[in-house]
């Protein structure tokens, strides 16, 4: 009789057998919910033979430079596939300072392009869905869904694509986003983030892209959405305690309405609350002209390096 999924390994034998302390083990079970064990009559974890051997490959798959947070969730097949990949050829996550990562990249935006202009959505969330993996998030976040973004934009104003396609574009990448996020919402334990933007700015697929990589950094977020007044922004982040809160501004027609709410908003927030603004017309306000107290971030590079300070 197979004993498979028998549990019946306490933690310090798994914590043996893959290399994992069981401190890490606990956290990946609380935070992502790797795996579920059963418990002895004494309350203590007991694993299975096919847990430990997921618990391996996770551990092998993080080694290699994957982030837990997008391969906790994965089926088993998809988790070997991944470490045969890896098996055959060290893992290195790909990134823009080689000509070799650049081209990997740039090619990635290309497929993700040519599934937009052909209206595949799920061709579109696969490549995307793939990229993230393969990147990692941050490189994901900064180097394929913002430029796949503003190839889209620019294809859009010169009427080569139409509606129909920034429109599937933006859903696809919207859900893509949440699926990131999913395995972390739940277990974030950090300080807590607003994320909105300001009243005439209802862009907001730059706000979510700030979500996102803010909850991959184990802040808890609270995604207000757009066209949101001042005072409310500032109502809800006291109300649930914010140690900071992001915006995202891209329309460059209110760009001197958002310096003026901006300033509203630092003096309501309190000089305790951190207070960041970011976006392609963000960088149109100058450093004279932005209330004191407003860090602006030029990448999301930038924000996770504010959120570190925050933190």
């Known amino acids: 009789m197979s004993t498979t999924h028998e549990p019946r390994h306490p933690i310090r034998v798994v ?8 401190a890490t083990l606990r956290a990946w079970e609380r935070r992502y919910r790797v795996v579920d064990p059963g418990r002895s009559e004494g309350g203590q974890r007991l694993y299975s033979d096919r847990d430990v051997e997921r618990l391996r490959r996770l551990h092998a798959l993080t080694e290699a430079g994957r982030p837990i947070s997008l391969i906790a969730s994965l089926p088993d097949e998809e988790l070997e596939q991944l470490h045969a990949e890896d098996r055959s050829r060290r893992y290195v ?3 823009t300072e080689s000509a070799n990562g650049r081209n990997d990249v740039e090619a990635l935006v290309t497929s ?11 061709g579109l969330e696969a490549v995307l869905r793939r990229a993230a993996v393969t990147l990692g998030v941050h490189t994901f976040l900064e180097d394929v869904v913002t430029p796949l973004l ?3 934009g ?13 429109h599937l574009c933006t859903g696809v990448i919207q859900s893509v986003l949440a699926w990131l996020h999913e395995p972390v919402a739940g277990g974030a334990n950090g300080p807590r983030l607003v994320v909105a933007t300001l009243p005439g700015e209802r862009h907001g697929l730059g706000a979510m892209l700030v979500a996102a990589a803010a909850g991959l950094e184990g802040w808890q977020v609270t995604y207000l959405g757009v066209d949101l007044p001042a005072d409310e922004i500032a109502r809800a982040a006291q109300a649930v305690g914010a140690r900071a809160v992001a915006l995202s501004v891209v329309n460059a027609d209110t760009v001197s309405d958002a310096v003026d709410a901006l300033g509203a908003l630092r003096r309501a927030l309190g000089p305790a609350v951190g207070l960041l603004v970011g976006g392609g017309a963000a960088a149109r306000m100058s450093a004279a002209a932005l209330p004191a107290g407003v860090e602006r971030l030029e990448n999301l590079a930038g924000l996770t390096e504010a959120l570190a300070r925050l933190a």
């Open 15 to 22: 914590a043996q057998r893959t290399g994992l302390t069981p």
């Open 93 to 95: 996550p790909l990134t």
């Open 112 to 122: 993700a392009f040519e599934r937009v202009a052909g209206l595949d959505g799920d």
């Open 150 to 152: 503003h190839r889209v």
């Open 154 to 166: 620019d294809a859009w104003a010169r009427d080569t694509l139409g509606p129909a396609h920034e």
